[in-house]
C-alpha cells in the first residue's frame, strides 16, 4: 500500500547538523498531514515536528529554533533540519504521515521503521 523510508541519521557532534528525509511511495495514495517523531531508549515516544498539506508547522518545545520541517508535495517527502544538536537529541526518529488510501474510506496512519540519530563527543 504506502511505504515510507528516512534516510540522513547518524553519529554527529554536539551543535552540528543533521537532516534527515523521508519518502512515501506506493500507489492510489495522497498524504495529508505529516510529521517526525522520536523515541529514546527507555522512554515513550514523543512528537519532534509536524506540518499540514498547507505547510503550516509546530513543534516541540525542546527542538523550537533548532529544528525546521519541510515538505515537498510534488514528491511526496518531509525533511527535518537539525541544527545546534544536543546529547539529549540522540533518539530513533520515525516519520509518519495520514494517508489516504484509494478505496479506503478513511485517513490511515503510517509508520516509518526509524533511523538513528547520535549526537555524542
Known amino acids: 500500500q504506502v511505504q515510507l523510508v528516512e534516510s540522513g541519521g547518524g553519529l554527529v557532534q554536539p551543535g552540528g547538523s543533521l537532516r534527515l528525509s523521508c519518502a512515501a511511495s506506493?500507489?492510489?495514495?495522497?498524504?495529508?498531514?505529516m510529521g517526525w517523531y522520536r523515541q529514546a531508549p527507555g522512554k515513550q515516544r514523543e512528537l519532534v515536528a509536524t506540518?499540514?498539506?498547507?505547510?503550516?508547522?509546530n513543534y516541540a518545545d525542546s527542538v523550537k529554533g533548532r529544528f525546521t520541517i519541510s515538505r515537498d508535495n510534488a514528491k511526496n517527502t518531509v525533511s527535518l533540519q537539525m541544527n545546534s544538536l544536543k546529547s539529549e537529541d540522540t533518539a530513533v526518529y520515525y516519520c509518519?504521515?495520514?494517508?489516504?488510501?484509494?478505496?479506503?474510506?478513511?485517513?490511515?496512519?503510517?509508520w516509518g521503521q526509524g533511523t538513528q540519530v547520535t549526537v555524542s563527543s
Open positions: 506540518i499540514t498539506g498547507g505547510r503550516s508547522t
Open positions: 506506493g500507489n492510489g495514495f495522497s498524504i495529508n498531514g
Open positions: 509518519h504521515a495520514d494517508v489516504y488510501v484509494r478505496g479506503l474510506p478513511d485517513l490511515h496512519g503510517y
